[in-house]
């Protein structure tokens, strides 16, 4: 899930396993699978990222999980738009 800010400056959390696609024309419109669309203030550059870094990190999860290493969660940066770990 990704933090987003809608045009009105609502939050806005998207499930990222539901985005189509994302695109820029000038505001950034997301589409869902479900042919949903989202208009957000965040370029769509800074979508995909979000939806790159909350990817990392559930896998940097499985990976340590899976590792039977009993190491903690990758620590999240200060700036980090996704506030805590998905749930299992």
């Not at 589409?31 to 800074?46: C, D, M, P, Q, W």
């Not at 990222?49 to 990976?63: G, K």
Request: aromatic share 4%.
């Amino acid at each position: 899930m990704i933090q987003l800010t809608r045009l009105n400056n609502s939050a806005l959390v998207v499930n990222s396993d539901l985005i189509k696609f994302v695109e820029q024309a000038p505001d950034t419109v997301i589409t869902l699978l479900n042919g949903e669309k989202i208009l957000v203030r965040e370029s769509a550059a800074e979508v995909t990222t979000r939806v790159v870094r909350f990817r990392q990190r559930v896998l940097a999860a499985d990976w340590v999980t899976a590792a039977g290493s009993g190491a903690a969660r990758p620590p999240l940066a200060a700036d980090d738009p996704v506030k805590e770990h998905p749930e299992r």
